[in-house]
């Protein structure tokens, strides 16, 4: 049987470097089955393009497969949708999967595109759902870490290793799964579960060898909280620096592992270079909203503790907690700053489907727009509490300037990326403008009427980057839109 496996693009990606990271996902299931004796093929589309929605045009891999997989987050799905529809509509009787975090969330949105839907971890199920004729929804299943086997990174098609850098050739490692953490806006225990499931240090340490024959002398482990159980980490770090390789790594941390100086201390030993921290605020307030089992004295001791142990750090912020102010943000984007932080990313607070926040926002009634393309962290998508959505807007991309100002380097990039970011989104923004200019501070601190969330939502519908002329009053409970196509305004 021949497989195409594809991890779908979204439309921009402020974040450039992963837009060349894989998900592991497709290559593990790619893996399994070739070690089955299918023929399988990955593609990302940060290498391939697999759909031109202009011309109407798949990938030549697309017609000759049998099944074609395609997996997904949010801010990927419509895209995911779109390459779908375009496989059903060209190849009637193709069979198409889909899977990943969030058809997981959303399986009914995700089966009108596709023919099964595999929900959670597909490692166990993969076969049966791609080597039968199997339709619906499948439920998959937590997978033993210790029976996944090191993906082929070679299944990954089209990918220019560079071999000039490389430091920039990174290869992509998995240790462990799940987060014994709860934060409200997060989607990894909805996928992976709170149990923290790691592999062995043996075969952890065989799968870096192998890289290492591979020629890659930089990983980044994918774990979502790298450290969770210290002392099998440290098992792990003992045989790394034991094996004596030229071999750097990056991973994500915990405020909580960093207290623990011995096991930075190994971190370094092992070459580790950046450790990558969600601090999320120095507002102990946004701290509880978002279920965050940290202090800000416990967050300024981590970073300092890591930085004496000779590691690099970037820290991972959100902007928007109900709890939020202007001064509240101002305080945290200052204490990037001065806390030295080696780099850092300033996300707009976003409700990931399937998460806590997520519901909340949904009863509330507070979601800007479902048009899953801008759930992105560095798109606007719901009303804050205490500020217009321009406002959070316009806090996100100063956080970014004042933060990378203070080298040229980094001020030359903050500015190229977001010079790019505002010509992807001037609808956008314009959108945000003319709405924000209408809506007092104090209307979006309270509930927005429902006729009023229904016209917004209605202008969602039609895209933002339409050009729709579009204005609105806000006149205790009436509103209205101006210069709307015909068919909206039969609506009204």
Not at 58 to 63: D, E, R, T, Y
Not at 351 to 363: D, F, H, N, Q, V
Request: glycine share 6%.
């Amino acid at each position: 049987m021949k497989v195409v496996l594809i991890e779908p693009s979204p439309s921009f990606n402020l974040y450039f470097f992963i837009e060349k990271m894989p998900l592991l996902g497709p290559l593990y299931l790619g893996t399994i089955l070739e070690k089955a004796g299918h023929a399988v093929k990955v593609f990302k589309e940060g290498y391939t393009r697999m759909y031109n929605e202009k011309t109407d045009t798949l990938h030549p891999a697309i017609a000759d497969a049998d099944v074609v997989g395609i997996s997904s987050i949010t801010h990927s799905s419509k895209r995911a949708y779109s390459i779908a529809d375009a496989v059903r509509r060209q190849f009637p009787g193709k069979r198409v999967v889909m899977g990943g975090s969030h058809p997981s969330a959303l399986p009914e949105e995700a089966l009108l595109h596709a023919d099964c839907v595999v929900v959670g971890e597909a490692e166990n199920v993969v076969r049966s759902v791609f080597e039968t004729d199997v339709q619906g929804i499948v439920q998959g299943e937590k997978t033993d870490m210790d029976t996944l086997p090191p993906v082929n990174l070679s299944l990954l098609q089209d990918v220019k290793r560079n071999t000039k850098n490389r430091l920039r050739d990174i290869a992509p490692i998995m240790a462990s799964r799940g987060c014994p953490h709860d934060c409200v806006f997060c989607s990894v225990t909805g996928m992976f579960g709170r149990k923290y499931r790691i592999r062995s240090a043996d075969l952890v340490m065989e799968e870096v060898l192998m890289r290492y024959g591979e020629g890659y002398r930089f990983s980044f482990f994918y774990d979502d909280n790298f450290a969770a159980n210290p002392a099998k980490t440290k098992i792990f770090l003992e045989k790394l620096i034991r094996a004596d390789l030229d071999f750097h790594w990056s991973s994500q941390f915990s405020v909580h592992a960093a207290k623990d100086k011995e096991l930075l201390a190994l971190l370094k030993r092992s070459q580790c270079r950046r450790l990558y921290i969600g601090i999320e605020s120095i507002n102990p307030g946004a701290l509880k909203d978002y279920n965050k089992s940290q202090t800000v004295e416990e967050i300024r001791s981590a970073i300092a503790n890591i930085h004496d142990a000779g590691l690099q750090v970037h820290t991972m912020l959100i902007l928007g907690a109900d709890s939020d102010t202007k001064e509240s943000i101002k305080k945290t984007v200052r204490f990037a700053r001065e806390s030295k932080s080696d780099s850092a990313q300033f996300s707009v607070l976003y409700p990931i489907p399937g998460t806590r926040l997520y519901t909340a926002m949904k009863e509330q009634n507070r979601l800007f727009v479902e048009d899953w393309e801008y759930y992105d962290g560095s798109h606007s998508v719901i009303i804050p509490k205490n500020f217009t959505p321009l406002k959070l807007q316009k806090f996100s991309i100063r956080a970014y300037r004042s933060f990378y100002s203070r080298t040229l380097v980094h001020w030359m990039a903050s500015r190229v990326g977001f010079f790019i970011w505002k010509l992807k989104n001037r609808d956008y923004m314009k959108h945000l403008r003319r709405v924000s200019r209408k809506i007092s501070r104090k209307a979006f601190g309270r509930m927005i009427s429902e006729k009023y969330i229904a016209g917004l939502r209605r202008f969602g519908e039609l895209h933002w980057l339409k050009r729709i002329g579009y204005a609105l009053r806000q006149e205790g409970a009436r509103y209205r839109l101006e210069r709307m196509p015909e068919q909206m305004q039969e609506t009204q």
